[in-house]
């Protein structure tokens, strides 16, 4: 509970437990039970390594099971086999320090904008004091100074992010989950998105897994890029991304010779596993 | 250049102007109409129902007629009943009726939150909680005044007792329906159960709970009335009961207009509670946004 709310508190700490911000997932399997009674094999062995700070991006086809892992990454779940390690200790219940942020914008519908970036201290015991001035610090840093009176359907959906990414980020988290969080905007938006996260990543530094279907997003993002096969989901092979930080706007990078070439190299891995996914799905359908 | 614009400025707001009246109007008239149209169909109704019954084509003996029952309503008001004034018994009903809907309404909140939220609970109570909503509960009526008695008590519990189930289904489909990845999100910023409860379940269920209220309150005023039919020492419910047996259509459908007052009463304040608690809501697209 104390270092929950050293990280909620004090800003700028996020640096000094570096090695604690690392994320070891190895040999991670779940499987469900079927309504049928079947066993369901979503994640076979997955396993891979984010390093402290450092920005992954995780692409694949639909159904490989990103989401699942990174409930299990989170804490929302327990794998079958396998174990996800957070700081080199194992993830049980809700991980310390750990953001998520949601494809559906997860607001809070009845509470104002300062409402929902508030929820992260309020649920950490913050004094109200110091819990308002940080809430009203995050939103002037994602531009929605003004708006903190607002309720959620009063505003755009580029706007309903800003919130959700105040909202993640107001805690100081070491770990910053992120599951398609742009996928439901549309393109100009996105790229507008993208690159503030970027620059405000870059100011507290947590290690990130983000998921997208978006190749250009991963490789403009990331660090390192994990490609992962369909049904029964596992690591097909990682990619990193050695393009110079800090990396400025997303839209200017996608022209760079190295971008091209990076995007055209984990294409040629993930096309195969997308053909086979569709083919699945359209045979499913069939 | 400029004065061409500024021209063309100031007809621009011409036209908006000119359509904003016509907008207006329109907007006027279509109000007009409809009340034009309420107000006929009541004389219509009302009208047809004392010309049938002062032409003979309807007896008033049985069916009352409207100007007897405004006579009616005036004899009660100012001369009061057998038991007492008019006025003691709708504040015997009332109180039967609010107090029954104020405990249905809170035991139907507080079983609905838990057993949405405990799948175990749930589990368990669930078939009895069908079981006992299929028994015509009306009937518990007479167990209630066999043991308690023809004072309140008995009207309360039966008022309670059609409330909770009606509250009690709304609070647990509201919890069940709370959205999957708020409910992640703020287990991931570390909400203990107690705050989940509180900042999320509830709010969320508020929607659902309070579109309830609005038929629970009716429902707590049956419970009152067949209460005091089945036995009392005063309230409406006694009023019609003894209307019925000295054979005065007249005064029962006065008191059935008083009892209708009331519920009108209540839903309106019920209306002014959903509009205070669910001020978050998106306001609903009405017509006139559309003009």
Sequence with gaps: MASRNDVATSPGTGAADQADARIEISGLTKRFLT??????TALDGVSFTVEPGQFCAVVGPTGCGKSTTLSMVSGLDRPSEGSVRVGGREVEGITDGVSFMFQTDALLPWKTVL???????VFRRVPKQQAQASARDWLRRVGLAGFEDRYPHQLSGGMRKRVAMAAALINEPRILIMDEPFGALDVQTKAIMSTEL???WEQIRPSVIFITHDLDEAVALAD???????GPGSVKAVFDIDLPRPRGSVQEIRFQPRFIELQHQIWDTLREEVERAYALTAGGAA | MTTASTASTTAIADVKDGAARTARRAA????ALVWAGRIALAAFV???WQLSTMWGIVDPFFYGQPSGIWKRLVELFQHGTQFGSFYQNIWTTIQEALAGFAVGAVTGVVFGVALGQSRYLSDVLGPYIKMVNAIPRIVLGS???VAFGIGVTPKILLAAVLVFFIVFFNAFQGVREVDRSVLANVRVLGASRMQITRHVVVPSALTWIIASLHSAFGFAI????VGEVLGAQSGLGLVIKTAQNNFDPNGVFATMLVIAVIVLGAEWLIGKLERRLLSWRPPAPTEANSL
Excluded: C, D, K, Y
């Design chain 2, 46 to 48: 009302i009208g047809g």
């Design chain 1, 224 to 230: 390192r890029v994990v490609v992962m096969t369909s």
């Design chain 2, 222 to 225: 049956v419970g009152a009335l």
């Design chain 1, 35 to 40: 309504p049928a009674g079947e066993v369901f």
């Design chain 1, 115 to 121: 409402g929902n970036v508030l929820m992260g201290p």
């Design chain 2, 28 to 31: 006027r008239r279509r109000t």
């Design chain 2, 143 to 145: 167990i209630f005044i």
């Design chain 1, 198 to 200: 970027l620059s405000l």
